[in-house]
């Protein structure tokens, strides 16, 4: 039987935007974790106010590159400065189109001089892979699928926890027998505990100070037992697969945008390689802020905040188009606090709506009831006490202390007018930056 390509899910579904709007659509939240242990309040108070352990060692996709011409792949499909690259390092892998949108991010880490591991949600992976074997590189790959898509079901190869909050620092120590070897942010160090040997990578999140410790799986209920015994006297608290999906909205990473990869006729034999039932094809679009047309959900890394990545000193896909694109006006990233009582009144029928989580494009409107951006990721945060909206808005709506109001609810998609009065309520919030938090927009990334 043939395996249905992106290319026949959107011939089936007569537009790309056909096959992937999808109102009502449910969350993603990480696989194999629980959703709570202590309660999703008590899981975010804890990065923010003690300290917490992360599970990441199931929902991530990795990817191993290796091979003379490794470096060679990744810099002409990656917006990134790969000159200034140590072995132990990692960065946020760019990937765009020669369009100069972005395909999704992705962790990169350079583990030896003609090796790299790139990890997270696998459409970078995907554009790599591809372009390799139709470029003829010569590299190899290995790769690993996230524990709910892995073939045949087994562990994964790697353990990933993170370590995160006030009390980070003194969490490792007590592991690890005093504090680690000084490291840079995204850099790692190799640790050794009880004879076994892994890597610290300089990680935070929500602006809090940490590390992600990464190593083979044989030692991964070893090293988490570990972490647990040691925590018990800090109130060490584990983090569920609900609060673990919202640190984003405070730190400023989108985790979701729409690769610009299905439109450009170029890719019509890319959409022919990718499967339908992977994520280009599955990963859903919904809420309030629909279009008929895919190239208006494309975001550029410079929406994203990725401006600073882009290094131009060598020539990649999409090198043009960036920048042709870095003096134009594009839409700002900010963080949109919604205000309590309308989040009551929308979502919570006047009370409190508990756990808020959603990647819904909502309208965010000015005043007059103008489009003026979209929502990319909202979620309650309980230490602030409200709901906050990862947002792309115009420049005009983006200084900090702008009023906004956000259309909440479904455009049920084709066949009704994209701009249809269709009286979802609104819920009024203020700009604030993003990264939400201070900590993480000035401090934590000083030494990378």
Not at 35 to 53: K, M, N
Not at 242 to 270: F, H, K, M, Q, R
Request: glycine share 12%.
């Amino acid at each position: 039987m043939t395996i249905p390509s992106l290319q026949d899910g959107i011939d089936k579904a007569g537009s790309p935007v056909g096959l992937l709007w999808k109102p009502g659509a449910e969350p993603w939240t990480p696989e194999v974790v629980a959703r709570e242990y202590t309660g999703w309040r008590q899981e975010q108070a804890a990065w923010h106010e003690g300290v917490a352990l992360l599970n990441l060692s199931h929902h991530m996709y990795d990817m191993w590159i290796e091979g003379p011409d490794a470096t060679r792949v990744l810099a002409d499909h990656g917006a990134n400065n790969f000159e200034r690259f140590a072995i132990g390092q990692a960065k946020q892998y760019v990937p765009v189109t020669r369009s100069g949108h972005i395909v999704t991010d992705g962790i990169l880490a350079r583990e030896a001089e003609n090796r790299y591991l790139l990890s997270g949600i696998p459409a970078a992976q995907h554009w790599v892979q591809f372009h390799a074997e139709q470029g003829g590189y010569d590299v190899v790959f290995e790769t690993d699928a996230s524990s709910a898509f892995r073939p045949g079901g087994g562990d994964p190869k790697l353990f990933r926890y993170q370590i995160q909050g006030p009390l980070a620092v003194e969490l490792i120590e007590r592991v690890f027998g005093g504090l680690l070897p000084e490291t840079k942010f995204f850099h790692s160090t190799p640790v050794t505990l009880d004879g076994r040997t892994f890597r610290a990578l300089r990680h935070g999140m929500a602006g809090q100070a940490g590390f992600e410790f990464i190593g083979p799986w044989e030692h991964a209920a070893y090293v988490h037992e570990a972490f647990l015994k040691a925590g018990e006297p800090l109130g060490l608290i584990q983090v569920g697969a609900l609060a673990y999906a919202t640190p984003s909205v405070e730190s400023g990473w989108i985790p979701s945008p729409v690769p610009g990869i299905y439109s450009d006729p170029e890719l019509a034999d890319y959409r022919k390689w990718l499967p339908l039932y992977g994520i280009e094809g599955q990963r859903p679009l919904s809420g309030s802020c629909y279009s008929p047309d895919i190239e208006n959900h494309y975001v550029s890394p410079y929406e994203l905040g990725y401006g600073k990545m882009i290094h131009f000193g060598h020539d990649f896909l999409g090198r043009d188009a960036l920048l042709k694109a870095k003096d134009r006006e594009l839409r700002q990233k900010v963080t949109v606090m919604l205000d309590e009582g309308d989040v009551r009144r929308v979502l919570g029928d006047g009370a409190d709506p508990g756990f808020v989580l959603s990647y819904a494009r909502h309208r965010v409107e000015n005043g007059a009831g103008d489009l003026v951006g979209v929502t990319m990721q909202s979620a309650s945060i309980d230490p602030v006490g409200t709901v906050l909206a990862q947002t792309l808005i115009e420049a005009s709506h983006a200084a900090p202390g702008s009023r906004v109001s956000i259309a909440w609810g479904e455009h049920p998609g084709a066949g009704t007018d994209p701009d249809a009065d269709l009286g979802f309520p609104r819920i009024r919030g203020t700009v604030h930056p993003s990264p939400f938090n201070q900590h993480a927009r000035t401090l934590y990334r000083r030494n990378a």
